[in-house]
């Protein structure tokens, strides 16, 4: 079975700054690993996808996310945070066979402060 | 700019009455996923649909709840009877597989309330 850790329920960063949010994972096979963003009342928004290839993934709004095998890590990333990026961050994984639901991780609010 | 919607975007109840949430998947889009979302246990897969088949259904207490496709832009997520442990955002999510990989686009949610 496949699982995500986000292991922080909330980052803090200062506007301008950069920003790390930090996803570890677990599942059998090659992994497809996913980022999604949930702003307040809002479903889920799709920011960018690991499937194969370069393991550093550009994604929507200028987030990226680099791909560690050997640290089954996938951490978003971006050089200068906006106090709009202020939301809820969800990795999501799933194998590359079998089950195609994603299993997501817990969330990590973003906070970035003006 | 096609998106998945959801109807009521809130539905408050009480305990013991049938809920129906809808779902319009995107057209052309050949999966639909259903999502619960609390507090306490984060977003669970409840069920999904290939082509409106039910492919996985074991997040889902199978003694209240059911899903259904009746057509190919109609998914459906029944309650019955509603409990307060129920109170939850429902989120339906579609996505177009064609081969080894796809992107799931999530509706605004259904917010249900059982009192």
């Known amino acids: 079975a496949q699982s995500v850790a986000q292991p922080e329920d909330q980052v803090k960063v200062a506007e301008g700054n950069p920003l790390t949010v930090k996803c570890t994972y677990s599942?059998?096979?090659?992994?497809?690993l996913f980022w999604y963003v949930q702003y307040p009342n809002r479903g889920l928004q799709f920011l960018l996808k690991?499937?194969?290839?370069?393991?550093l993934v550009k994604g929507s709004y200028g987030f990226e996310a680099e791909f560690n095998k050997s640290q089954t890590s996938f951490h978003l990333k971006k050089p200068s945070a906006l106090v709009s990026d202020s939301a809820l961050y969800f990795c999501?994984?799933?194998?590359?066979?079998?089950?195609?639901?994603?299993?997501f991780g817990s969330g990590t609010r973003l906070q970035v402060q003006p | 700019d096609a998106r998945v919607t959801q109807t009521p975007r809130d539905k408050v109840t009480e305990m013991g009455q049938e809920v129906t949430m809808r779902c319009q998947p995107i057209?052309?889009?050949?999966?639909v996923f259903w999502y619960r979302q609390t507090m306490k246990q984060g977003l669970e897969l409840l069920a999904y649909?290939?082509?409106?088949?039910?492919?996985?259904d074991s997040g889902m207490p199978k003694d209240r709840f059911s899903a259904e496709m009746p057509d190919a832009t109609l998914a459906t997520l029944k309650i019955q009877p509603s409990e307060p442990r129920d109170s939850a955002v429902y989120f339906c999510?579609?996505?177009?597989?064609?081969?080894?990989?796809?992107?799931?686009?999530f509706g605004p949610g259904t917010r249900l309330t059982v009192t």
């Open positions: 999501a994984v799933r194998p590359d066979t079998g089950r195609r639901a994603l299993t």
């Open positions: 649909f290939r082509n409106r088949a039910p492919l996985d």
């Open positions: 690991y499937i194969t290839g370069d393991n």
């Open positions: 999510a579609s996505g177009l597989v064609l081969g080894t990989h796809y992107e799931q686009y």
């Open positions: 057209l052309g889009h050949n999966t």
């Open positions: 599942v059998s096979g090659n992994p497809y």
